[in-house]
């Protein structure tokens, strides 16, 4: 048996890579390097899909299916990466997405996410399903966060962690509206995946769980929304719209952003994937909110090649997983790093120094 | 040697799963397992395709073109699945599909299979080629029946089987339109494939089988249709159109129902697959009956893309045998469970909160 | 080291089959069968193409890319696959394509492929390129032939050839368009493939080979075609067209018939192949002069979907050889038997009882 | 531990060939025995492309998606191969790609690769980052030369390597317009790879390297074209231009030349193909200057295609460097003299028999 967690020492030798001769020099190998240092059932439960994860691989491969169209002779010496989101200015388009139960990678949860998206200059946003609270987390990084909400079975149960949220620091909410019930995730079904009691959520560990705080009420609505945008100043985004009428709903209803997201290939197998639904739903949009990928992203070519079909900025939601597990906040950073790294060379080869020079032109849908 | 059947105990241990302890969670374990239960040339025969099996094939991989557009935030506390066929309430819209010889995958045969059916509050079509009687199927059940027809030489014996169909409760005839031939089966040519002696059709045990009861003539036609809907007052289904040009010709007859359907792969290789002839065929009826799919189900997600495409329901045949053969008449009702399990699920992650929601918008075709 | 042929038994015997136990049933495995029966450099002879063999697999893979759309409930009582090639009449729309040095497969060589055509009642194309004479062939056969002319150095040379086939009783004359040289066919390079002195050209066997019968010179042109046609009153074909536009030179030119070919991928690398050409030579033909299809037909479903897109009728090549090599007449005649089978069986399960009722309605190109 | 190169009886004892007694036929033979010729970073440093080496595949199997559409029948005796390059004649449209640091491959680096080139009747374009001075390369060789300028931090550093090109006889200078920056190639950062000291740049092997020679400014722009073209009466090529947006540019800008490149999928991953952007390239340029391809060619075939699609010629890096590790100039020579026969061949089979015959028509883009 291994434990759920191994020092970066083990896992690097675990993997034949030993004081630091070696580092990751891209996500894949930050991939295999995090598999060899988690424990299986959490490894599946991070990394699996629903039914025959068809819409998993499809992340990845409608990637390949678009490519890019680099300009030449363009002055690169400086290449800029920075760029705001609903006003906050991150050092590149790269967020880490929100997503469940970071004590499985690492005993310090969230609070290394968030740190090591801090050290990276850019934004997480805080799911509510985590390992460490609300407030734990926004103490524990200097970058700015987003409070992504599940809304439970009572509104005032869902309120109070809005409240918590704007009380902390958190600088917007995102709507989950993906999840009215989990997907068909098989590979937890085999392995009778459940949570460990020491890594129950987190957020309401000092209050009487009753029936108000079961979440992931089937009857979230647009009206949901509304409630949501009438309790609070900070700006909302709805997070898992995959098609342009939803888009047009969520932009007349105010919606200070649109994250593009099949909820990593693990809600309805079969969706269309981000990159595929992206472009109808940022001509939908037509410039009236903010629009974010999230889904499939594992090159700084992936992160050009959204960016040139309309998104503002990525989200990465597994590969941030994959640094926490192999090195911690540390971890996060680097794969960060390599991500903002290999952008800013991207960006250099195709002709463009700053993100707003980057459109449609620099790409070609097969 | 194996025999034909083994008890579920054998099968499952067979298959290293035992007392229960594991069940199957999807139709592609079902079908892992029904495999290891069965004589390996009665698997050959339900399983396999003509010629290169090309078209068997397609039959899946076409369902993989077809991309889910789902809608969000909309209140999904309760899916329902109920419709009717032909006027008939079932509690899905998935029906189990008429196919042969159900006593190679279980002692029971039919009956099991009906009865399985019912249990899961659906309809079963019954073939005419049985190890039970049409009048044993329809006692076994609560479940509603249609009765699947295959002509023989004299049309006075195809009669005398319609007869006893009214008589026995079966609420419509399905014609088969797609066998003036038997395909080449080339798995059960290389097996010699032969039905055992007491595995014979049953409808027939007690008449002197002379030339008038040899099935398959190849001179069935659409003559044989108007025939037919003079000799009976229950509703006639064709059963293997994938033109346009054919539901035309059977919607100006008359027929109730069309089911789209290239017999399982069995027949003419290299045909188009029904979901792709779906679109085509619902255009040419413009709901002037109703329109089933037959074939390459196994999904909760792929009876949504046929609905979306415009059938009122679909069957399944291959899994139900799968089902039969692990677990008799539960293991049919088990298979028909996951299925509705995933189909509500489904709906609810596509926003569609009854079957009448769900449309063309529903889908993409690559 | 094997020899260059074995009997049928040893053949049958070293592929585990004994005593007509067993049968091939379909042509691939005829042509496992084969090559375990043939010396391996001229089994990659046969089988080869050029350079990367990529036109040999496309000649395949092009077929799965087009569907058939069946016709139902049509009285497919008797289905008939006799039709007329120049007036001729055959038995089926598939004859035995040309092809070289068939003493490489067996002793009997072309007398044994001719006698195997005849005995299916159809008709073959005798190469130029033959172990046996063209007199000799013509002998052994019931059935028609034509004479594929190579052309060659001197016009005389060509002459004489083209007045023995006359007098032999060859009914066509089909001029090679499609080898001015040879292909580069890697598998015989590396093997260092020659001819066994005991295999040359048995048509030039009394002459003295000079340099006016050095066959393949690159300066066939139209003109070679007016030439043929002013020397003979025999029908001309040409063989090898890949293009609308030499479609229309050669209609224009008075051909009777034209032969989509390329060559068994044996010579241009990455050239169309000739199922995707016949469309856009049949339409600029337009009906002024018969077209048929040689390349990539192992199905009766291949036939039909060549004639639905306006073949008159096909020719095979390779697998002629195959059951040449495994048995003789025998097995020609064989191998021509189970495509009619398929063939009329493929017909019935279409809806079409003569080849006259075949269209392009019957197809489907992805 | 192997050593960089070994002598072309070791290179060919290694691959199991001995005593000339068996020569490589095609391209693809000379790449598995360079593989065994070269020490494996070194060939990692040449085989390798950026990132997931997608660009590098595409490269390839762009080509597969290009069809030919022979003509038959035309007098193809002659085919001639000989074009000119900017005015300079050539005898093949092949010429051989700039790439750095031959010496890896063979003890005579750069000079046996002209020589090759020049034995076969061609042109290469040296790389400025040669093992053997430039000057050096052109003593070596009887054939025409272009230079690859790669810019430095100074203006006169580069002016004074031009001045020297000049002096030495190369005809067209060519300037590198996509490496502002070094892409990510992954293969040499895992082998740490670095030039072996006695492996450095030639060109300045005697200038004191002060910051002014530093390579590869990120701040070369059409600007620094226009200086390039107001120090030199020598014709300006561009390289690795991917866009009719540029291709225009450039012609604005008076150039001689547009080599469309990819950089042999070293540099921008998920890059068009070259092949696949010289339609919109050739249609921008629409004759105001040359356009060659470089990237891909393997085959006769592969340069049929390029020219079809516009090309006046195309270019060939690894191949070349193939020849070089097996067997020095003559085996550059023979790379190159395989692709000449080839693609006469093919000619011959297209019924082109001069360059100036090939045309659109006789391609089909897939």
Redesign the interface.
Known sequence: MIDSWQTLENCLTCSGVKDGVMEP??L?EYEALAQACMEAAFWDYYQGGS??E?TLR?CRSD??R????????????TCTTDTTVLGTPISIPIMVAPSAFHGMAHPEGECATAQGAGMAGTLMAASAFSNRTLEEIAQATTGPLWFQLYTYHSLQASEAVVRRAEAAGYRAIVLT??L??L??R?RD??NKFELPAHLQTANFANVVIDENYVPL??????E??DWLQAITSLPIL?K????A??AH?AVERGVAGIIVSNHGGR???????SI??LPEIVEAVAGRCEVYLDGGIR?G?DVL?ALALGARAVLVGRPAIWGLAVNGAEGVRHVLEILRN?LE??M???GCTTLASINR?LV?VL
């Open positions: 020099i891209n894949n039914d025959d068809v499809a990637f390949e678009i490519r890019l169209r680099p300009r030449m002779l363009v002055d690169v010496s509206a993906d009215p019930r997907g068909k098989e079904i085999r009420p089937s009857n979230v609505t647009w949901t929304l709805v898992g719209i995959l098609t009428e939803d709903l809600q309805l197998d079969g969706a269309v994937t595929e639904a090159r070519t090649k290999e060379l991207d250099a080869l195709c032109s070609k």
